[in-house]
């Protein structure tokens, strides 16, 4: 059988990095790029993440800001790292302000990685079905990347809602994917029915139900809130879903006793 090749566990490290680059993918998401020291190469698996060291408001009170790597690892380009930063409140509109402020001033910033342990470690055999909500379409991407790297005949089906139509950024990456690999499919929900939409509409357990009748054996990685994490795995039991066989950040940060309080 066919099983994913990274399953070990890389130490954890910290790097003076740079911000060489900074551009908008949406009106409120913008992709930022990093790059590690010359001579390093980062040691990460595809699904984790990093934490930065940001003296967000420059009064010397550094903020440890987590955010999922959007890019597999190339050994082609070991020292790059990509993230998805969504400008969705007054504090995120300042930490891109001050990556900004960094980048045009060179100076470094402190990444410290890798982190979490819904990173790709299950049987590419196997169906996959990976799910996010606006902005944890990057660890999504990132998955993708690497099952396809190792496996091209993988069968994978990716659902990603959104509240807004101008939040999917990435529709053409995803149906580009589509085109080239037989056994990927991608489907794009916005959550509330729009005349603007001709996609589908509504939760994401909805349609993956209306595309599933049976999801025992299936592997499924979740990137979303608590509530929509849980909530679309209790949702998808009665399909045959298995939570043993569910991957997601939220497990470690916010168990299930905690997540009504989240």
């Known amino acids: 059988m066919s099983k994913a090749a990274t399953v070990t566990e890389n ?13 908008p993918l949406s009106k409120d998401t913008f992709q930022v790029e990093l790059v590690s020291p010359d001579g390093t190469t980062l040691n990460y698996q595809a699904g984790q993440y990093l934490q930065l060291e940001l003296d967000v408001n420059r009064d010397g009170a550094f903020h440890s800001l987590s955010y999922s790597i959007a890019n597999r690892f190339n ?11 969504q400008n969705s409140s007054d ?9 900004a402020e960094l980048k045009e001033t060179n100076v470094n910033i402190a990444v410290t990685l890798p982190m979490g342990r819904a990173f790709l470690q299950t049987d590419l055999g196997l169906i996959h079905v990976l799910i996010a909500a606006g902005s944890g379409i990057s660890k ?8 396809l790297e190792q496996q ?25 994917w589509v085109t080239q690999y037989k056994h990927l499919n991608f489907t794009a929900i916005l959550e509330s029915a729009s005349a603007d939409w001709p996609g589908r509409s509504g939760y994401i357990y909805q349609v993956i ?12 990685y979740l990137c979303g809130s608590p ?3 849980y909530g679309t795995i209790d949702q998808l039991k009665s399909r045959g879903l298995k939570e043993a066989a569910c991957y997601s950040d939220v497990f470690e940060y916010a168990p299930r006793d905690q997540k009504i309080a989240i």
Do not use: H
Request: one cysteine or more; glycine letters at 2%.
């Open 11 to 23: 130490p954890i490290n910290t790097y003076a990095c740079q911000v060489t680059s900074i551009t």
């Open 75 to 85: 050994p082609e380009q070991p020292r790059r790292l990509q993230l998805f930063i």
């Open 91 to 99: 504090f995120a509109e300042k930490v891109l302000t001050r990556l």
């Open 140 to 147: 999504i991407k990132c998955l993708t990347e690497e099952i």
């Open 152 to 176: 091209p005949d993988a069968d994978v089906n990716i659902y990603w809602s959104n509240k807004n139509v101008g939040d999917f950024y990435l529709l053409d990456e995803f149906q580009r």
């Open 209 to 220: 139900k209306e595309d599933f009748d049976d999801l025992k054996g299936v592997q499924a």
């Open 227 to 229: 509530q929509m994490v």
